[in-house]
Nanobody
Framework: QVQLVESGGGLVQPGGSLRLSCAAS????????MGWYRQAPGKQREWVAG???????NYADSLKGRFTISRDNAKNTVYLQMNSLKPEDTAVYYC???????????????WGQGTQVTVSS
């Protein structure tokens, strides 16, 4: 079994910052790409950012400059630093990872349960 557990969501005022964390645990052999998605009320889930095992990063164009993704491979954890938050950033944020389990040769995709981020005054 593999689990992804997010934390760090909450209520923040416009212009504020939050740092999300997502820790992977279980029978993990290695973790390939990790990333963050978000889903606002009434909207489809959208990709936010991704980071490869070697550290290269990619971002949704609309979020470049405000969001930063990073990872700690020793802790099997991915982070999302969110600055200058806007009300339109309000959403449930999900982490995603492609993980190779011990004893299973092919990677599988895993999702966290989501963490709510609300940006409001």
């Amino acid at each position: 079994q593999v689990q992804l557990v997010e934390s760090g969501g909450g209520l923040v005022q416009p212009g504020g910052s939050l740092r999300l964390s997502c820790a992977a645990s279980g029978m993990i052999f290695s973790i390939n790409d990790m990333g963050w998605y978000r889903q606002a009320p009434g909207k489809q889930r959208e990709w936010v950012a991704g980071i490869a095992s070697g550290g290269s990063t990619n971002y949704a164009d609309s979020l470049k400059g405000r969001f930063t993704i990073s990872r700690d491979n020793a802790k099997n954890t991915v982070y999302l630093q969110m600055n200058s938050l806007k009300p339109e950033d309000t959403a449930v944020y999900y982490c995603n990872a492609r993980i190779i389990r011990r004893g299973v040769p092919m990677p599988n995709e895993y999702w966290g349960q989501g963490t709510q981020v609300t940006v409001s005054s």
